[in-house]
């Protein structure tokens, strides 16, 4: 399986993006850990600690997804191995072989030998649909973790000052 130097950019770039998500995850945790002050309201405290859940579970589900990557590379590594032998297989029936040898003894046929090739090929482009499908539902719930992360970090870390400006502006007026 080729690739055009385009895909190569694309796949490049997302590998890029998904670490820098899970690197800026974790330290926006690690940051808010060390920052924190609780005791003050309620509100803020909930908003921090639920912060640093949802941040620490995107940061979880991508670097789940970094490793589904490589499994993801492997599958289409096996897919172009399986697709080139189908390929010598293919040849070989067309040149009227009959049967070729096999480890162990007994002979087989390119046919069956082109068949099988046919049969793995599906089922490991299923595997990979299958994982990809799974990857795009981590992939909406990592993000969907880490901007509600950040929301509730603002809710913790705002929630005093806004009070602070409410009251003023009400005594004020």
């Excluded at 803020?44 to 859940?53: C, K, M, N, Q, T």
């Excluded at 670097?63 to 599958?75: F, P």
């Amino acid at each position: 399986m080729q690739l055009n130097h385009n895909r190569n950019i694309a796949i490049r770039l997302r590998e890029r993006y998904e670490f820098y998500v899970v690197a800026l995850a974790f330290t926006i945790i690690g940051l808010s850990i060390q920052t924190a002050h609780f005791g003050s309201y309620l509100v803020s405290d909930i908003a921090e600690i639920a912060s640093w859940v949802t941040l620490l579970l995107a940061g979880i589900f991508g670097l789940q997804r970094i490793q589904s990557a490589y499994v993801i590379y492997d599958v289409y590594g096996d897919i172009a191995k399986l697709e080139k032998e189908r390929g010598d297989f293919e040849q070989l029936r067309r040149q009227d072989v009959t049967a070729l040898p096999q480890e162990g003894g007994g002979a087989v046929t390119p046919e069956a030998l082109v068949r099988d090739r046919d049969a793995t090929i599906v089922s490991a482009e299923s595997t990979v649909n299958k994982i990809n499908k799974r990857q795009l539902l981590v992939y909406q719930l990592q993000r969907i973790l880490f901007i509600g992360g950040l929301v509730l970090l603002m809710v913790s870390r705002g929630y005093q000052p806004v009070l602070t400006i409410a009251a003023r502006v009400a005594k004020q007026l």
